[in-house]
Every structure is written in structure tokens, then in C-alpha cells.
């Protein structure tokens, strides 16, 4: 049996994750759609991240049925507003670390500092969230600030990841299950909250294993021989992967699972008026 002395040696030799300030590896940040080429290139990335595949995949059956004044919170590089019928209001808003802590830099974004959103009470009919929960310190707080910015029936549409690697540290705090994301929703003054898994375990498989290739071809290493020498084992795992997207592009037609990449989540704010539609918000 091994002696507590073991064990603490043990847990010593590996290093300790909460001093962690930084990725190893990161996918590239979203480049805001342009048309032409970058069309291209946006669906290039869906085939081979199949969080992006999966989420686009759910809005845009959700996103062109919505109308009225939309905001995009968290908006980022504004990846899904193309989704939105051409005659909605849109408005995308970040928090002011945006650039520093995740890369981006809109120009018609409204960023914004503190846990209050720039936006007056009841102004839009729909909030779109995609991939920004996880990254909140507050989170029944943000979903309050979504039910106070939303006229009563208004609708949320909020992703989250679940089988994703830790990413942007160290701002990625936390990771939902269907029956935190309903309490939470419910606290903050939603309703028919409905919560939908994007994949499965046949479509995590396929993703922890893309995950392991993709580094080899897009290797971020700063010397040129470690990074080139990566690129050509990665050649030799090409069509690997390839093949394992088809299969998790196929996947994703199926039933989600208890296992899965994320959740794709739908709310409407109640329906409630007077003293206690201000009390309830808040």
C-alpha cells in the first residue's frame, strides 16, 4: 500500500493546472465572414471543427425563423449573423477583454465593461449566445442580464460546450449539464427551456482523435524544423482525418447523447408584467 508520502510525490512530479495562463495548441479565432473566399474557408473550418459544424448546423434551422431586434452577445467575430433573416436589427456586443483575452476585434461591436449589458430593458426579441457561458465567473447573473434585455415571449438561443478541451485559459470556467442549464435559465426568469445535445459518443470519438491530428498539421511551434517535421507526420495522418470527419458529420444526424460536444439551448423569457416582471428580472 502506498504511503502518503507516495502520493504527495506523486501529485508533485505533475504539474499543477491551476497556475496554467496559456494553451499549448489552439485552433485559429474566427474570422468574420466576408463573402468569397472567406465563405470557403468558413466551411472548410466547419468540416474539421465539429463544435463550429454542430452549432451552425442547430442555428441556422433556428436563427431564420427569428425576427425583430437581435442581440448577439459574446458575438466575437460575429460568426452566425449571416444565419439571421436580412431583415432583423442586429446588434453584436462583447465584453472589453475581448481582444486581449480571446482575439477579437469587430468594428461594429459595442464593448462594454462590468455585468451590465449597454442595452435598455425589454429591447430585443431574441438573444443569441454561442460559446460564451463557459467563460462567464457570473453566470446567473448574465442570464438575468439576458431575461432583463428581452421583451416578455422573447427568445434565447444559447450553445454550450461539454466534451471540450479547456481553452482560452485560464478564462474557460465552467462546463453545463442539461440540469444546471434549466435551473440556471429558470432562476434568471425563462421558460420552455428546452435543451438539445449536439452529437454523440460515435461524434466525440471522432473529435478526441481529430483533436490528436490536427495539432501535427497545424503545429504553433516557433522553431522551423520541430513545426515542419510535425507537418510531415500529420501528412501521413491525413486521411485518417478526413475519414473520422465524414463519420462525425454523419453522426451528428443522429440522436445526441449523454456524451456529446455541446448543447444547443432554447428559452423564452416569461411572459409576466408589472412589479413583479421588474422583480423577477433582476
Known sequence: MASLEDCSNSLLRRRNMATRTSEVWCPPVFRRPAGGLSGLASATRRLL??????????????LCTIRGHILDVGCGAQPYRQLFHSSVHYRGIDTSDAKSHFGYEVPDTTYFTGDTWPVGDQEMNAVLCTETL???????????????CLAPGGRLVLTVPFAARWHYIPYDYWRYTPSSLA????????????????????????????AL?????????????????????????????LVLAVIAHVSLAFEGGDDCLGYTVLADRKAVSGATEQGGAR
Open 49 to 62: 471543427d465539429l463544435q463550429a459544424a454542430s452549432i451552425w448546423s442547430d442555428l441556422s434551422v433556428e
Open 134 to 148: 463557459e467563460h462567464v465567473l457570473q453566470p446567473q447573473q448574465f442570464l438575468t442580464e439576458a431575461a432583463r
Open 183 to 210: 435551473n440556471l435559465l429558470m432562476k434568471a426568469g425563462f421558460e420552455n427551456v428546452r435543451v438539445y445535445a449536439r452529437g454523440n459518443r460515435v461524434t466525440v470519438a471522432c473529435y478526441k482523435v481529430m
Open 213 to 241: 491530428i490536427l495539432p501535427l498539421l497545424m503545429p504553433q511551434r516557433k522553431h522551423v524544423v520541430p513545426a515542419l517535421l510535425m507537418r510531415l507526420v500529420g501528412l501521413f495522418f491525413l486521411p485518417s482525418l
